[in-house]
DNA sequence: CTTTCACTTGACACCGTGTCAATTGACATG
DNA sequence: CATGTCAATTGACACGGTGTCAAGTGAAAG
């Protein structure tokens, strides 16, 4: 039946789910998630063809079930160039600690494998565009600082919100959920804005 | 003889780093280190224990023959906080293209070998006390942005200057690396440096 | 002439992914 | 009741890459 097929489906995304966000993305294996959902291991190749598609699957859901999309086009509704940015920052800062696991495996199967590395990249392009729908904001409304290109800001604020750099500034440097919120604020602030434009910090 | 000890160790480096250069760190086996070294993969395992051992060596090796630690003594040299900031953005985000390919090939060990991490951690730390020396000669003749605190400082240099950042910014977004250089600066300065210290950009 | 030592050859264990074939057990339909 | 379908199971196996082991080669040094 395929409301049985359904289920089995999600508790492997479940199981999945679960494994990456506990251990961080570290070596989570197929016969551990099987293991997991409760199944043999060969059952997830009956859902899943490879583990990088079963990792692919796993951050749609997880995009899915938290909102992604959503939170990030409330963020797109903010009024005020400034305000925006903050929206975006918030928003997609935010987002990152909930899939640092999934995005960890998937990164780490970037390296060898074609599909991860695409679906991934894709994942990037997506906020990328957000980054440049924030910049043209701030750009519309004159707080864009003058002499930086749209594209050059764009590159800056999207490299700022990196995964990595989330990693860095919370697991490295030890700062709190909190101060990287603040930390890539300040950044994008003192370097993408006018001077004028720019909030007191 | 120990002399032939020596040139095979050597040229057992050689071919890791320019395997490493020509594809970027990308599944670099020790087979091919070896077929590149003219010898049999086992007598790699003669001169180095473990894949990750290899490749720590390889980047010691690197660091010598470039000589990194002269660039970036050197760099501390240059008097005044914001030149002597420019001059270690210069130092290191110049050396890192030249070791991006076993940067990478070590940080995709990280996630699995406890050698592999520890070399590259070790690495970043150095990395770190030249930002932290940086930021002090920065705060110690007031150009420091007065409201930063020094350790939030040194994060936010050190997360800038990330080998993903530079990933991202040259491999991503396009930039050359001399825009790299231009664009770590410009957010350097403006995040980093009191508006009065700071050069106009 | 013999010892030593770097290196070679070839076999093998281990791990994790992915494949295959045969089987089981539940449920649906004639 | 008999039959077919379908998800899932069990167990075996291939592959690729790392690392180990044992026996053998060949050249230089005493």
Same mark, same amino acid.
């Given at each position: 039946?395929?409301?049985? +097929?359904?289920? &089995?489906?999600?508790? =492997? $995304?479940n199981? &999945? *789910? %679960?494994?990456?966000?506990?251990? !961080?993305?570290?070596?989570?294996?197929?016969?551990?998630?099987? %293991?997991?959902?409760? /199944?043999?291991?060969?059952?997830?190749?009956?859902?899943?063809?490879?583990?990088?598609? $079963?990792?692919i699957?796993?951050t749609?859901? $997880? @995009? #899915?079930?938290?909102? =992604?999309?959503?939170?990030?086009?409330?963020?797109?509704? &903010?009024?005020?160039?400034? #305000?925006?940015?903050?929206?975006? =920052? @918030?928003?997609?800062?935010?987002? /990152?600690?909930e /899939?640092?696991?999934?995005?960890r495996?998937?990164?780490a199967? %970037?390296d060898?494998?074609?599909?991860?590395?695409?679906? *991934? +990249?894709?994942?990037? !392009?997506a906020?990328?565009?957000?980054?440049?729908?924030a910049?043209?904001?701030?750009?519309?409304?004159?707080?864009?600082?003058? @002499?930086?290109p749209? %594209? !050059?800001?764009t590159?800056?604020? *999207?490299?700022?919100l990196s995964?990595?750099? *989330?990693e860095?500034?919370?697991?490295e440097c030890? !700062?709190?959920q909190?101060?990287?919120?603040? &930390? /890539?604020?300040?950044?994008?602030?003192?370097t993408?804005? #006018?001077d004028?434009?720019?909030?007191?910090s």
């Open positions: 039946m395929s409301s049985d +097929n359904l289920e &089995t489906r999600s508790r =492997i $995304l199981a &999945t *789910w %679960k494994l990456l966000e506990v251990d !961080q993305g570290h070596g989570v294996r197929m016969s551990d998630i099987a %293991k997991q959902a409760g /199944i043999s291991r060969q059952a997830v190749y009956l859902h899943f063809p490879t583990r990088s598609e $079963l990792l699957a796993t749609r859901y $997880l @995009d #899915d079930i938290k909102g =992604i999309d959503e939170r990030l086009a409330l963020s797109r509704e &903010t009024a005020g160039g400034v #305000d925006r940015l903050d929206a975006f =920052i @918030d928003a997609w800062g935010n987002y /990152i600690p /899939i640092y696991g999934i995005a495996a998937l990164l199967m %970037k060898t494998d074609q599909a991860a590395d695409l679906a *991934w +990249n894709d994942r990037m !392009q906020v990328r565009h957000g980054c440049v729908a910049i043209n904001a701030a750009n519309n409304d004159g707080s864009l600082a003058r @002499d930086l749209v %594209k !050059q800001a590159d800056i604020l *999207w490299t700022l995964v990595r750099n *989330w860095q500034l919370t697991q030890g !700062q709190s909190a101060q990287y919120i603040e &930390t /890539i604020k300040r950044t994008a602030h003192r993408l804005l #006018d004028r434009a720019r909030p007191a």
